[in-house]
């Protein structure tokens, strides 16, 4: 920012004693100011909810480990190619499956599809994740992939009080803009009326 345009906004600030400024200018300067603080504000509660976010998260990850385990399993059948579910695309996401088969701790054999890397081939050794009864369970979230929800999560309070704050001021600057607007008919048409101003 140049020295002029600092110059410009320090005499646009609502403790100006620029006597052209009108009552929605301080206005607009008032509630931008405050909205700035704000959101400045927001920065460490935001921060705070991730924190709070990343430990019960983590805690939730380390009760799962309690109760999970990574279990060994022998594909039955060659992967194939099968279209992912959810994918609404014009080229569909296609991912890699195959059956893969585990004996389950009361000694019965389990079995269930599971997402196999390239190059993978019946008979190849797997990994899943199972509960204590050897059902197929998710895998725990790492600490990793904790941060990054918890990050996001932050990220995502302090931009919704950003979005918000941007529109209140969109708000604020609309409603004096029709004010001034309002004004400036009223002085436009009392101009003929006063005395001393001539109309041609």
Known sequence: MTADQTLRWWRLAP???NPLMRATDRWDSVVAAVLIT???IVVPF???FGTVTYTGLNERSH???QTRHAQSAVLIGDPRQVV????????PETQDRATAQWTAPDGT????AVE?????????????????NGNVVAEPRSGVQNAVIAV???LSVWAGAAVCSLLLYMGVRWMNGRSRMRQWDREWNDLGRTPGWPVG
Not at 84 to 91: E, F, G, K, T, Y
Not at 116 to 132: A, E, M, Q, S
Request: no cysteine; glycine share 4%.
């Open 84 to 91: 992912v579910a959810d994918a609404h695309n014009r080229s």
């Open 15 to 17: 403790w100006s004693r």
């Open 109 to 112: 054999l389990r079995s269930t």
């Open 152 to 154: 996001s999560a932050a």
């Open 63 to 65: 009760a799962e480990l």
């Open 46 to 48: 935001a921060a705070a």
């Open 38 to 40: 704000f959101i400045l």
């Open 116 to 132: 196999t890397t390239p190059g993978t081939h019946r008979g190849d050794t797997v990994t899943v994740w199972v509960d204590t």
